[in-house]
């Protein structure tokens, strides 16, 4: 499997050792930011007062690097002024298809879902209700990279196909800890809720995180031309 948009290689050595030293810590050390979600109610509220420009701006000036983009029914126009937006901004643009049980796409859909974007993002609920036959046309059919999100419970349906980078779910307390090092096993990023363990991120030390969703906090500051 192989994982793009690496930090750097760090010995794995290096990373067993410091693991129990970082964790749960008030070490200096932090995590890596990777990526952010951005909800269809996100980019509506953003596009309607001319504002995508700026809540890009935001998200590469907190260091991340990719944006994941729900635009389930969101108008043609729009989805291209968004992506103009994080190109503009040294963002990678990748489209998340939420929810497709729901909708019964087939692959050829899914594809055409992702037809503005810079890579396509496949998460808990495509493993969930597509078979393993599926990922792997997928595999075959898409040439973009491909971002696989999963639940920790997963991890064995993203061994036969190609995951460009995969991202782990850790989204509650509970679980957090063998969460985290699940996705040390599997070489995956971490990622975080806001509601919940947004607030360790500054304990994963040389690990890379995504956080779901954008903070909502970042939508009420002013609304700029983009």
Same mark, same amino acid.
């Given at each position: ?15 067993? #050792? ?16 990777? =990526? ?7 980019? *509506? @509220?953003?596009?309607? %007062? +001319? #504002? ?7 998200? +590469?000036? %907190?260091?991340?690097?990719?944006? @994941?983009?729900?635009? /389930? =029914? ?12 994080? *190109? ?12 497709? %049980? ?5 692959? #050829?859909?899914?594809? +055409?879902? &992702? *037809? +503005? =974007? ?8 495509? @493993? ?20 696989? !999100?999963? %639940? ?28 985290? &090092? ?12 806001? /509601?919940?363990? @947004? /607030?360790? /991120?500054?304990?994963? =030390? ?16 002013? &609304?700029? !031309?983009?």
């Amino acid at each position: 499997m192989g994982i793009i948009l690496r930090e750097g290689i760090i010995p794995r050595i290096l990373k067993v #050792a410091t693991c129990g030293a970082i964790f749960w810590s008030g070490s200096a050390l932090r995590g890596v930011p990777n =990526g952010t979600w951005l909800s269809e109610p996100q980019i *509506r @509220f953003y596009s309607s %007062q +001319h #504002a995508l420009g700026r809540v890009m701006k935001d998200i +590469h000036k %907190q260091r991340y690097k990719v944006v @994941f983009l729900d635009f /389930r =029914g969101v108008p043609d126009e729009v989805q291209q002024r968004v992506i103009m937006a994080a *190109r503009k901004q040294r963002l990678i643009p990748v489209v998340w298809v939420q929810t497709p %049980q729901y909708r019964s796409l087939t692959l #050829a859909e899914l594809i +055409h879902e &992702a *037809r +503005h =974007g810079d890579g396509i993002q496949i998460d808990d609920h495509f @493993f969930a209700h597509y078979s393993q036959e599926e990922f792997q046309s997928l595999d075959l059919l898409y040439k973009k990279p491909i971002f696989c !999100s999963i %639940q920790p419970f997963q991890a064995a349906l993203v061994a036969s196909g190609r995951c460009n980078q995969l991202d782990v779910q850790c989204y509650t307390t509970q679980n957090f800890r063998s969460c985290v &090092a699940l996705a040390d096993r599997l070489n995956a990023v971490v990622s975080l809720s806001v /509601r919940d363990t @947004f /607030r360790y /991120r500054e304990q994963l =030390g040389w690990r890379r995180f995504n956080v779901f969703l954008w903070p909502d906090g970042h939508r009420t500051r002013g &609304a700029r !031309s983009e």
